[in-house]
């Protein structure tokens, strides 16, 4: 996600990685691919953006 990230280099790979761990566990949970096939890199993409966006919401609602 282009812009400013308020926690960093570290916190912004480490987020994204997550999301997208997160979003891969939910399109193999809907039915979407198997456990044996690769996880979409497209739901994989949104979710690392969906929890990144989420972060800087929640930081962003403190510093005001």
């Known amino acids: 996600m282009p812009g400013r990230d308020p926690g960093g280099i570290i916190v912004t790979i480490l987020l ?3 999301g997208a761990v997160v979003g891969g566990y939910i ?3 809907l039915g979407w691919y198997g ?3 690769g ?3 497209f739901v994989s993409f949104l979710g690392a953006v969906l929890l990144l ?3 800087r919401m929640i930081v962003a609602r403190r510093t005001v």
């Open 16 to 18: 994204g990685i997550a």
């Open 27 to 29: 399109g193999q949970a």
């Open 35 to 37: 456990p044996s096939d």
């Open 39 to 41: 996880a979409g890199f």
């Open 53 to 55: 966006w989420i972060y």
